[in-house]
């Protein structure tokens, strides 16, 4: 939130534009009175140069960073005459919009639009194929001694998380997310995989998506069984 990761003192502009710049993939989430919302002084604020929405939109638009308009609640695209000058690439690109009745089909329509942005590109080093399946045959086996070995260690070292902990894992860690939080699980645990060494570290991070500690417990024992 800007509120909270924007220090005082700081030019919320640079700040908004700096954020901007480091992110893959940008989400303009457009409802019915996106185009015409006023603010207390009755402008227009798309019209606004110092707007938030307009300053994130400008920045990414004008960086060419991939921006997916979200149209909710039955939202049109807006038309280019519609917006500001540094605005007007917006109504060119692709959207996806989310209804209430196909809500669960959507909104996987939309992960499958920003997976390509999210994900590491597919590009296989040589020799990665077996290091990946020595990696996760020590996994089901919980061999400490693998980890101690140094040959492995460097070919560890060389290997991205997912590619350590290994598919049939992170599908069976996704489909137990997916139970709590929906179909939003698949990106949150390949993205935080990179970030993880083994399954069980991941299960305790992802476990944090999670409403309530029943629930949290409930989904690491399964997800660790």
């Given at each position: 939130m800007?509120?909270?990761a924007i220090e005082p003192g700081r030019d919320f502009r640079k700040a908004i534009d700096q954020s901007v710049a480091t992110c893959s993939v940008l989400l303009a989430v457009i409802g019915l009175e996106w185009v015409e919302l006023k603010d207390a002084e009755g402008r227009r604020r798309l019209d606004d140069v110092n707007d938030f929405v307009r300053i994130e939109l400008a920045s990414a638009l004008r960086r060419d960073i991939p921006v997916i308009p979200v149209l909710v609640r039955g939202a049109k695209m807006p038309r280019p005459e519609q917006l500001p000058h540094d605005l007007?690439?917006?109504a060119f690109r692709n959207a996806v919009e989310l209804t209430h009745s196909r809500w669960?089909?959507?909104l996987q329509v939309l992960i499958e639009a920003v997976r390509?942005?999210?994900?590491?590109p597919g590009t296989r080093l040589?020799?990665?194929e077996p290091a990946r399946a020595e990696a996760a045959k020590a996994e089901r086996h919980s061999l400490p001694a693998a980890n101690q070995d140094p040959a492995n260690q460097a070919t560890m070292g060389t290997m991205t998380g997912i590619q350590m902990i290994g598919p049939q894992a992170l599908d069976r860690i996704s489909r137990e997310l997916a139970g709590y939080i929906g179909p939003i699980a698949d990106?949150?645990?390949?993205?935080a995989a990179k970030r993880c060494s083994s399954a069980e570290e991941l299960c305790t991070?992802?476990?944090?998506e999670i409403d309530g500690e029943v629930n949290r417990a409930n989904f690491l024992r399964s997800c660790r069984s």
């Open positions: 800007d509120v909270a007007k690439e917006l669960k089909t959507d390509p942005y999210l994900e590491e040589p020799g990665t990106v949150i645990v390949k993205q991070k992802v476990a944090k």
